[in-house]
């Protein structure tokens, strides 16, 4: 390591620092502002030369960290990237919108603040763009295969680039009008401009994928079309199907999936006109769920101007600390207060949801809520605490329940197992020949860094089916789960 008492002279972690709340709360851009560099330095500089550096298990695509904190604190920029992207098919991707698992099982955060890892990930591939250190990689000969990657997100997207680059040709199949995914279309601006979207994907255009947009397979082409026409086909359509709460008054309008209000927002910002758009101006929202697409909600609804936003979680207020069950190097679950919960709106535990309640006319206007007690260890509402919510929209914003069926299971005659998720083998094939799962549609709703590690493992499980062998790294295999937590 460049200095080796770097965690002992710089004891404080230092984040990049966020936009002033008045300030950003007025547009769309991304609440952070670039780190300066001297202290992105000594940040880098605090990774240990740790005997075992546990990050590299904690992160699933076994990004080589300590190698690029060392190259960081050196100031070698270019050669950080190399390291970043021998493992990493998007660091911009991750370094915005990854909860850093790394960072939890990183050694120095035992009996200090972990290393900033994903600022300093960010940072690396910000230079690079800005210095043109990213540069198309295109195969040297092609192999003469054919392969269709059903999806946009993270993780069709790693595996199109992936096996573009070894040589075969690549069509990405994408049913919006534009490719991304959820990258695009779920993931506000204010956490990520598209702009790093848009200029990944003309590296990949440089490097030969092809991208077919407004093409829903097993609607438009179906899955027995698109089999006959390539080589090898890849599922990789997320885990999209929302969870829902059907309480009584569920029908009442007002009563919205997060992804539906998301995507309006999101067409909206880059310049489309969406016709009868959920507009949480001057209303009061209520959001049920408080994870990351909670979070999301809440900062659309404020700079939407909405008149009060509450977010509601059926369970417990997470602790602020690691909790006895969940030690060092575990993702633990704890509090947080993104960029979103900064700017305003109130947040309520042990809060169950019971009616959603209308007006004459049908139009949503309350919520009736109880607190949460456990019964036989479920969570049900408590008799005789009901009160209601004001409420003009609410948010459904409960995870997501698998991959939609329709389709895959008629046309694919691919099987589905108890949780909604496409099965699929050792090597990421389901159980139709040539047809592969990667991403949340065969492990369920997961984390981005999950998404990527499991379309470079998928690429090259198609790579060695077709040809019979691969020099593409598997970092993953399907059945690889995070470090487990010990049980309550």
Known sequence: MADPRGFMKVRERQTQPRRPVPVRIMDWKEVYEAQEKGVLKAQAGRCMDCGIPFCHQGCP????????????WRGKGQEAIE?????????????????????????????????????????????????????????ERLTGQTIAVVGSGPAGLATAQQLTRAGHTVAVYERDDKVGGLLRYGIPDFKMEKDHLERR???????????????????????????????????????????????????????????EYLIQANRVVAGEKVENQIDAR?????????????????????????????????????????????????????????????????RTYLASTVEYLGDDEGKLRALKVAETEFVDGKRVPKAGTEREIPADLV???????????????????????????????????????????????????????????????????????LTGQTRLPAPVAPTDRPIAALPM
């Open 61 to 72: 695509l076994g990004n080589l960290i300590p190698e690029w904190n060392d190259l960081t």
């Open 83 to 139: 390291r970043l992207h021998a493992t990493n098919n998007f660091p911009e991707f991750t370094g915005r919108l990854c909860p850093a698992p790394c960072e939890s099982s990183c050694v120095l955060g035992i009996n200090q603040p972990a290393v900033t890892i994903k600022q300093v990930e960010v940072s690396i591939i910000d230079e690079a763009f800005d210095n043109g250190w990213v540069t198309p990689l295109a195969p």
């Open 201 to 259: 994907l003309e590296q990949m255009l440089a490097e030969g994928t092809r991208f077919r947009t407004g093409i829903e397979i097993g609607k438009d082409v179906s899955w027995e079309q698109l089999r006959r026409r390539y080589d090898a086909v890849v599922i990789a359509t997320g885990a999209t199907v929302p969870r829902d709460l059907a309480i009584p008054g569920r029908e009442l309008d007002g009563v919205h999936f997060a992804m």
């Open 282 to 346: 001057g209303k009061h929202v209520v959001i049920l769920g408080g994870g990351d697409t909670g979070a999301d909600c809440l900062g659309t609804a404020h700079r939407q101007q909405a008149a009060s936003v509450t977010t509601l979680a059926i369970g417990k207020q997470p602790p602020a600390e690691r909790a006895a069950h969940q030690p060092w190097p575990t993702f633990p679950t704890l509090f947080e207060v993104a960029s979103a919960h900064e700017e305003g709106g109130e």
């Open 395 to 465: 948010f459904l914003s409960l995870g997501f329940t698998g991959p939609e069926p329709a389709g895959i299971a008629e046309q694919v005659k691919a099987e589905f197992d108890s949780r909604g998720n496409v099965v699929r083998d050792g090597y990421y094939m389901t159980n139709t020949d040539g047809i592969f799962v990667a991403g949340d549609a065969g492990r369920g709703q997961s984390l981005i860094v999950w998404a990527i590690a499991e379309g470079r493992a998928c690429a090259a499980a198609v790579d060695k089916w």
